[in-house]
């Protein structure tokens, strides 16, 4: 347990509409990641933070935001929700322990489904 | 598009056998992880193996990587149903930051 909560949960939107899903942190890691999980895909990498306010974009970008005001909170939005974000997300925190050994923990995931 | 592809896709045994997974990768890398996924849950970090290690230990599992072939192995030892998961192997190319790039995972039923 790497101390990482997401919130909500569970959540059904509608297309169109904003959504945004939250990862908080309790041990003060600087590195932070958002994935999404899809059959036949794997994870996939949305964004990710290096630090306070800033961030940075990984493999499946496009329709996302993310923010980073705080260590322990990164925040992602989706401006606009479409279909083809139905998904799981999972956020990612980074132990550090000095370059090649340094591992991701996940979170516990979040399901989106919007209609 | 997917650094690392599972193989294979799908693998069911029974309890005490040994379950291996494959997995290949197409690019350089700094290290190669497995993850465990149970249904619903989020991922939990099995096992690190760095480039410059051939094979490596952690209880029931063994792990091997030949980055002349670009491919690592996931052996799981006299396996028990609580194995039951999927498998997912992950490469940091070493791009910065630890960007991971996973691959589609093996489905393991392991039936008592």
């Known amino acids: 347990d790497a101390g990482i909560t997401q919130s909500p949960r569970h959540k059904v939107t509608e297309t169109g509409t904003p959504v945004t899903l939250r990862c908080h942190q309790t041990e003060n890691h600087r590195y932070m990641y958002w994935y999404r999980q899809d059959p036949g895909h794997g994870l996939r990498l949305i964004h990710y933070?290096?630090?306070?306010?800033?961030?940075d974009k990984g493999e499946v970008s496009d329709g996302y935001s993310v923010s980073r005001s705080k260590t322990e909170d990164f925040l992602l939005t989706l401006e606009s929700a479409t279909s083809s974000q139905t998904s799981v997300y999972f956020c990612?925190?980074?132990?550090?322990?000095?370059?090649?050994?340094?591992?991701?923990?996940f979170g516990p995931g979040t399901r989106l489904t919007v209609l | 598009s997917q650094q690392g592809e599972e193989d294979p896709q799908a693998l069911s045994i029974q309890e005490g056998e040994n379950a291996t997974m494959n997995c290949s990768y197409k690019t350089s890398i700094n290290n190669l992880q497995w993850y465990r996924q149970n249904s619903g849950r989020g991922l939990v970090h099995l096992i690190l193996?760095?480039?410059?290690?051939r094979e490596k230990h952690s209880g029931r599992l063994r792990v091997t990587l030949d980055t002349s072939k670009k491919s690592s192995s996931l052996l799981i030892t006299a396996s028990r149903a609580a194995d039951t998961a999927s498998y997912f192997c992950?490469?940091?190319?070493?791009?910065?930051?630890?960007?991971?790039?996973f691959g589609t995972g093996t489905r393991l039923l392991v039936s008592p």
């Open positions: 193996i760095r480039s410059n290690e």
């Open positions: 990612a925190i980074l132990r550090t322990s000095g370059g090649a050994t340094d591992t991701q923990y």
């Open positions: 933070s290096y630090g306070v306010k800033d961030t």
């Open positions: 992950a490469t940091d190319a070493g791009t910065g930051f630890q960007k991971l790039v």
